[in-house]
């Protein structure tokens, strides 16, 4: 669905991305993990069209991304930027209903589907109670849950999420996963999502692709790319991995003094 093929980009001075690949597939969870700086929303950027690479291509449906047109772009590709939503003067439920823009007519007027979508969002994401609020009366929290639901209105078939569960309380943090994970088996959607928080990482992505300084360090499995090992060369930190007792996906363990300065000593983990 979404594919990447050897993608570089550089800054005066400064080289951040250099041959990245990558592609995700319908109803699958691709997580991008790296350190800050290691060029994870230069690379979304790049996948998004909002930036040109300087070599390589980014394909959306077996078509170069620089073919398509901004608003076929947006009836099959969802973004959700870091940044979350601005404090806006509109209701919870008009924000939502500006996801359904890209697939309305000359006149934007919502329609029995538009209408039926944007219910089902704001039931799902737990926002029914919400609809008539206005969301510069929200807190940043709520404000990214309604981001998220707009996002979804637009019911893309890649949906690609920039740090979603920033400001979200780990109850809302497990809700938004569970859902965009679900919605993503259930309808098909390929879903590419940014996670500083690796422990996340590992519950919800199907693969993770692992970034260290612009290059791509690793791409697999959870388990696969989750080793102590790994996490030391790409993070500078000594971890200890462990299993979830529910779910068996690795789970990283941070140890107090285990950062930059002790790096180089051998990896640790409990029996996998």
């Given at each position: ?43 979304l ?9 300087d ?7 077996g078509?170069?991304?620089?073919d ?14 870091q ?177 930059d ?12």
């Amino acid at each position: 669905m979404l594919v990447a093929d050897g993608l570089h980009k550089s800054y005066p001075n400064r080289r951040v991305l250099c041959g990245v690949s990558l592609s995700v597939s319908p109803g699958e969870v691709l997580g991008i993990v790296g350190p800050n700086g290691s060029g994870k929303t230069t690379l979304l950027r790049l996948l998004t069209g909002e930036e040109l690479p300087d070599k390589g291509e980014v394909r959306l449906d077996g078509r170069p991304l620089c073919d398509w047109s901004q608003r076929e772009k947006a009836r099959c590709l969802a973004v959700l930027p870091q940044e979350g939503l601005p404090s806006v003067p509109f209701t919870v439920r008009e924000v939502v209903e500006m996801g359904r823009h890209p697939h309305q007519g000359f006149w934007p007027w919502a329609g029995e589907r538009d209408r039926h979508v944007v219910e089902s969002v704001l039931l799902e994401t737990g926002l029914q109670a919400d609809r008539d609020r206005h969301v510069d009366q929200l807190s940043g929290g709520e404000r990214q849950r309604v981001a998220i639901a707009k996002a979804m209105a637009q019911d893309p078939r890649v949906l690609i999420l920039d740090e979603p569960t920033t400001f979200l309380d780990i109850a809302h943090q497990l809700g938004m996963l569970d859902w965009i994970r679900s919605w993503s088996q259930r309808e098909g959607i390929a879903v590419l999502i940014v996670l500083h928080d690796l422990n996340l990482a590992a519950l919800y992505c199907d693969r993770i692709l692992m970034l260290k300084e612009g290059t791509c360090f690793a791409q697999g499995s959870p388990s696969e790319i989750l080793t102590p090992d790994r996490i030391r060369k790409v993070y500078g930190v000594q971890p200890v991995l462990t299993r979830h007792p529910v779910t068996h996906a690795p789970q990283v363990l941070l140890q107090p003094g285990a950062g930059d300065s002790s790096a180089t000593k051998p990896a640790e983990s409990f029996t996998l």
